[in-house]
């Protein structure tokens, strides 16, 4: 069974601060990995990655793959109070059919 | 921009009372889904549907759900007789194609409450 393991799974920091969340995964047939930003309710899409070693990058946000690792990080630099929220990886393995698979998130707090 | 619509935003049933929650997915979409996110826990697969028929289902999915596209636009999940464990966030999503994968687009979910 697919497996995606966030931490930390709480963080608070001030703003201006830069944060790094990670996410490791196992699976028995990548296809890509996902991270998303839930604040209130739906999650909204971040990134995909489907390389390893490739940054992307959107703004402050920025994510990296490392499948030799099976892991991937997601960067906010100068972090703001409107970063606050849950963000959560996400597995896309084999099947035709493209589920995902999350992790259990981490919750970053940014207090001013 | 496109975007999945869900309703009702909140539904509030009694215990062994049925459900129907609507989903209109992305019009040029092939692919959907739902899942659940129970308070305070992870989202989770619940089922795929392709083609007019379900194309993969989780443990959770049991003879109690049932997903139909009754036309070319909604897609709904039925919950036959609702437990309290059925409480929860439910999302839809879909993606236009495999070939053409980016993201899957997520609603904004329906909030159940079974009483």
């Known amino acids: 069974e697919d497996k995606v393991v966030q931490s930390p799974l709480s963080l608070v920091v001030h703003e201006g601060d830069t944060v790094t969340l990670n996410c490791s995964y196992e699976v028995t047939n990548f296809r890509s990995l996902l991270w998303y930003k839930q604040e209130k309710k739906a999650p909204t899409f971040l990134f995909m990655l489907?390389?390893?070693?490739i940054e992307k990058k959107s703004g402050r946000l920025s994510s990296i793959l490392d499948k030799k690792e099976l892991s991937s990080i997601l960067n906010i630099t100068a972090t703001q109070t409107g970063d606050s929220a849950i963000y959560l990886c996400?597995?896309?393995?084999?099947?035709?059919?493209?589920?995902?698979?999350f992790g259990k998130g981490t919750l970053l707090t940014v207090n001013p | 921009e496109p975007e999945v619509t869900q309703t009702p935003s909140h539904q509030v049933t009694q215990m062994g009372q049925e459900v129907i929650l609507r989903c209109v997915p992305i019009?040029?979409?092939?692919?959907f889904y739902w899942y659940r996110q129970i308070l305070g826990q992870k989202v989770e697969f619940l089922v795929s549907?392709?083609?007019?028929?379900?194309?993969?289902k989780s443990e959770i999915f049991d003879d109690q759900f049932s997903v139909e596209r009754p036309d070319g636009s909604n897609f709904t999940l039925k919950i036959r007789s609702t437990k309290l464990e059925d409480s929860a966030m439910y999302f839809c999503a879909s993606i236009p194609s495999v070939e053409y994968y980016n993201e899957q687009f997520f609603g904004p979910g329906t909030r159940l409450t079974v009483l």
């Open positions: 019009s040029n979409h092939l692919y």
């Open positions: 996400a597995l896309n393995s084999g099947g035709s059919n493209y589920k995902l698979t």
């Open positions: 489907t390389s390893s070693g």
């Open positions: 549907f392709y083609n007019n028929e379900i194309s993969e």
